[in-house]
């Protein structure tokens, strides 16, 4: 899971871009507001969802551009990851893979891709959903079919909630057959972010307590009880309350710091990215055991925020790993990484080879 070359066409404020890079840093600096980030959230393209800034696919096209834009990967073994938007439906994403028009949540199965953002720092604190969509990545890149379970459990929930507001009233046997595949895909989705949640909480045993402390993790506002029953039941109150008020869509990721036997939410900022930070590295390890390949990691302006010997423990983990983005204002934030890195300066729509 390497990205050896990415080209951007119309791409945020790029008009074209070209980057080859090896397999283990992909450094980028340059000044805020230069297009750092962009890059990453191209390489975030390269899995199902909206990348990093969950913004609309629309948004992402070069302003004053034709409209439309494109990411292009070619992979470490030879496979063409392809992705974009035609000015003809621009809100439409298209993907290609090898050349043939392929599914979004099929690159899924290709290529898992998991990042930090500083919008991140204080996902503890941040709402239910926010972590909600943090786990499911997690989940993702261990279980490439949670993509399809999760757009169409949202399928579902979004028709019932519909019908539910019929003011003639719902019909019987089409409510029951949305709240059964509701409850196929939902009660898929809250096992394999169980898994997921067990599968760390086993992985963060084996890890030393070190500059990213170990945290326990568990699910909360969804037992995962029976959910076709639980929907007919709250028929009355989710058609008062416009919306589903129970399954997997309403559970939240809770996060201790085990060490201090504390929620992650009341630690430091600092502490709550180290913590962060721990679980994107065990994490990792558990997608190359399960997968035979790391993810790639997307660090956006990390090094900035953490003291220079957290600094120093992050690059030393990441050693050898796999490949990961990194971006910084100042390549000095990146002293301590070998000759071996591939680095980029970025200029206002433009990279260039360091």
Not at 43 to 72: C, E, H, K, Y
Not at 80 to 98: K, M
Not at 109 to 126: H, Q, Y
Not at 196 to 214: E, H, I, N, Q, S
């Amino acid at each position: 899971m390497a990205i050896a070359r990415l080209a951007l066409t119309d791409f945020r404020n790029y008009r074209d871009a070209l980057l080859c890079s090896g397999d283990g840093f992909v450094l980028l600096s340059g000044p805020n507001g230069a297009g750092k980030t962009n890059i990453l959230e191209a390489v975030s393209l390269l899995t199902p969802g909206r990348g990093l800034r969950q913004v609309p696919i629309s948004d992402m096209a070069r302003s004053n551009g034709p409209g439309g834009f494109a990411v292009a990967a070619r992979m470490a073994d030879g496979t063409e990851l392809g992705t974009g938007a035609t000015a003809a439906a621009p809100d439409r994403r298209q993907v290609r893979v090898n050349g043939v028009p392929s599914s979004v949540n099929s690159l899924g199965e290709r290529l898992s891709v998991l990042w930090l953002t500083p919008a991140m720092d204080r996902l503890f604190s941040d709402t239910a959903g926010a972590r909600r969509r943090f786990l499911d990545r997690l989940t993702l890149a261990l279980e490439p079919g949670h993509a399809t379970h999760a757009a169409r459990y949202d399928a579902a929930m979004r028709a019932r909630n519909k019908l539910l507001a019929e003011p003639d009233g719902a019909d019987e046997a089409w409510l029951a057959a949305l709240e059964a595949g509701m409850a196929d895909h939902g009660e898929a989705l809250g096992a394999a972010r169980g898994r997921t949640v067990a599968a760390l909480g086993d992985a963060m045993t084996g890890l030393p307590d070190d500059d990213f402390p170990r945290s326990a993790l568990s699910l909360e506002g969804w037992d995962g009880s029976t959910l076709a029953a639980a929907l007919k039941a709250s028929r009355g109150r989710d058609a008062a309350a416009g919306r589903a008020t129970v399954g997997p869509h309403r559970q939240d990721l809770s996060v201790t710091h085990l060490a201090k036997g504390q929620p992650a939410a009341r630690g430091s900022t600092g502490e709550q990215k180290a913590l962060l930070i721990g679980i994107v590295l065990a994490h990792a390890g558990l997608v190359e055991a399960r997968r035979g390949a790391p993810p790639i990691l997307l660090l956006d302006e990390v090094a900035a925020h953490l003291d220079p010997n957290r600094r120093a423990a992050l690059f030393a983990r990441l050693e050898g790993r796999g490949q990961t983005w990194m971006t910084a204002t100042e390549p000095d934030l990146f002293a301590g990484i070998g000759a071996s890195a591939s680095r980029f300066q970025v200029a206002e729509g433009g990279v260039f080879a360091d």
